[in-house]
């Protein structure tokens, strides 16, 4: 968590969340915890998005801001900070699928051939279940603003979206 000024000199409370894929089970694990501390002083309605003026995160980050963030049919967030390891360990082996050891030598060139031309993982099944489980929800629809950096792999430059450009933004 940072704080930061704002030009009419408030604070504004960003929570930024790291990347790394099936690690994304860390901050689980502690905006678990942080959520259920808040909930011991705040009720157990309280979410991590009522506390954080910005939620960013990046790869594995922005998926975990988003679950945070994007609303649910109830207005709440999509998934609840308890909620998050249970994601990761029911779609994480889809989502980032492992090279089996008995094609490891066969992947090896494979493996490097992607990393030089493309994403690590082609992203289908993350596509089809965000698809599934967000529908037509947008950015601008989240309960708090967001910041999710990425890379366009195939015109290599960043895109970051956000709440207050509700639009790709190209650096």
Known sequence: MA??????????????????????????????????????????SARIADYFDVV???????????MLTAPNKEGGPFIAAKDINNFYLEHGPKIFPQISRSNFSES????????LL??????????????EL?????????LTNVVIPTFDIKLLQ???FSTTDVCFTYL
């Open 3 to 44: 704080t930061a000024g704002s030009a009419e000199g408030k604070k504004i409370t960003v929570l930024s969340i790291d990347g790394g894929g099936i690690r994304g089970i860390i901050p689980g694990t502690i905006l678990a915890f942080l959520e259920s501390k808040l909930q011991e002083l705040d009720g157990p």
């Open 56 to 66: 960013a995160g990046t790869s594995t980050g922005g998926l975990v801001t988003t």
């Open 108 to 115: 090896i060139a494979s493996s490097i051939d992607k990393r």
């Open 118 to 131: 493309g994403p690590k993982y082609d992203g289908k099944y993350l596509r089809a279940l965000v698809n």
């Open 134 to 142: 967000l529908g037509d929800v947008t950015v601008k629809e989240t």
């Open 158 to 160: 960043p895109v970051i």
